[in-house]
């Protein structure tokens, strides 16, 4: 059963698009409510056979109004981490795709504190289910932290 993956590519880009223009407002229209705040991503289902199938989750301390940490963990849908050993059993190349996915996690992460905004952050090459996982776990995580 082939899946239509134009309808969830739309919400993703509709999501990041509300985010980036969410982002954009001036200072005095948003602040974010000291604390720890998580969010999650959607499931994501890459293929028929469930490669790449997860999500992701991120939390997020807010302090003085802004984002100071951040940690984003991606899992397959069982709920099992996807780390070091993540996409053992598969092929060579598509181990290596896996492997590219879950170390642009701790990027994400760390571009977001760097840049201090969701939408300055990069999309890595060949990571970017991962980017559309974070932005839609961090706009949801800021979602909880605002104040109006």
């Known amino acids: 059963m082939k899946k239509n993956?134009?309808?969830k590519s739309f919400i993703v880009a509709a999501l990041v698009l509300s985010l980036f223009l969410f982002s954009s407002c001036t200072k005095s229209s948003v602040t974010y409510v000291d604390g720890t705040y998580t969010g999650r991503?959607?499931?994501?289902?890459?293929?028929?056979?469930?490669?790449?199938?997860g999500y992701g989750v991120v939390t997020l301390?807010?302090?003085?109004?802004?984002?100071?940490?951040?940690?984003?963990?991606?899992?397959e849908?069982?709920?099992?981490?996807?780390?070091?050993?993540?996409g053992s059993s598969l092929s060579k190349a598509n181990r290596l795709k896996a492997q590219k996915a879950v170390q642009s996690a701790s990027k994400y992460a760390s571009q977001l504190i760097e840049k201090k905004k969701l939408s300055d952050v990069d999309v890595i090459s060949g990571?970017?289910?991962?980017?559309?996982?974070?932005?839609?776990a961090v706009s949801k995580a800021l979602s909880q932290a605002t104040r109006k």
């Open 61 to 75: 301390t807010i302090s003085d109004g802004k984002v100071e940490s951040c940690n984003f963990l991606m899992y």
């Open 77 to 86: 849908l069982d709920g099992t981490l996807k780390d070091d050993s993540y």
């Open 5 to 7: 993956h134009g309808a």
């Open 127 to 136: 990571a970017t289910i991962s980017y559309n996982e974070f932005t839609e």
């Open 41 to 53: 991503s959607s499931d994501y289902q890459d293929d028929e056979d469930g490669n790449g199938a």
